[in-house]
């Protein structure tokens, strides 16, 4: 998954974006709500994580302006607050949870999960495609009962198709989503893991298909199996 970090504190926001990084996630950090905003408004994010209190700012009325823009992703709020009426606002603005610093790193984690799932249409930790599961804590993948092993970016890239099946996905948004700013990778880059994805994945009940000119599209072949 792909994450806007908007912190300030920066051995804070090492810590949270070297955490999330281990796990497999991309993270992008910003520092100031001006930061934030700029990639707010030209990147797709599974989740933002947003401080309260910034340089330049709040991080309520960050947030109260992604609502008003009608830009939906996710939010979890940190903060070192302990008012309740501080916690009563970020929910009101539209943050999906709230924790307050410090934090135990396990729980942020879990957290997280909480707010993906609830946005998407599974109802517990793992992604289940015919044979092929992945538990999206633990970062395994499994087909037809045997563990597969993947690297870091094999991980990212197969979550993405798990959790898009059926849409057309550019190889612009596979590239930012796979390398967060790293301007050294082009889309050679994302062709390289796609392929060596789709070696892991033989014989699993999931198709990536290339879009010439487009991208690609991830699908379920189980519908389309005999019985």
């Keep these: 998954m792909r994450f806007l970090l908007v912190e300030d504190t920066l051995d804070v926001a090492e810590a949270i974006a070297g955490r999330l990084g281990n796990a497999g996630h991309v993270v992008d950090l910003a520092q100031t709500l001006e930061d934030a905003w700029h990639f707010a408004v030209t990147n797709d994010y599974d989740l933002v994580i947003l401080d309260m209190n910034l340089p330049d700012g709040s991080g309520l009325n960050f947030l109260k302006r992604l609502r008003q823009e009608q830009i939906v992703f996710p939010v979890l709020v940190l903060t070192a607050r302990l008012s309740v009426n501080d916690k009563i606002g970020a929910l009101d603005y539209g943050a999906d949870d709230y924790m307050v610093k410090p934090f135990d790193f396990g729980e942020l984690e879990a957290r997280i999960r909480a707010i993906v799932r609830r946005g998407s249409t599974q109802s517990d930790r793992s992604i289940a495609v015919g044979n092929l599961t992945f538990d999206m804590a633990e970062r395994s993948l499994t087909v037809d009962g045997k563990e597969v092993e993947l690297t870091r970016r094999e991980t990212i890239l197969l979550e993405i198709f798990l959790t898009n099946r059926g849409r057309v996905l550019e190889k ?23 392929a060596r994805l789709r070696r892991k994945l033989e014989g699993a009940d999931l198709e990536i298909r290339t879009l010439r000119g487009i991208g690609y599209q991830a699908r379920d072949t189980v519908q389309g199996k005999s019985a």
Excluded at 172 to 193: I, K, Q
């Design 172 to 194: 612009e948004e596979l590239l930012t989503r796979l390398f967060g700013l790293e301007s050294n990778s082009n889309a050679n880059a994302v062709e390289l893991y796609v």
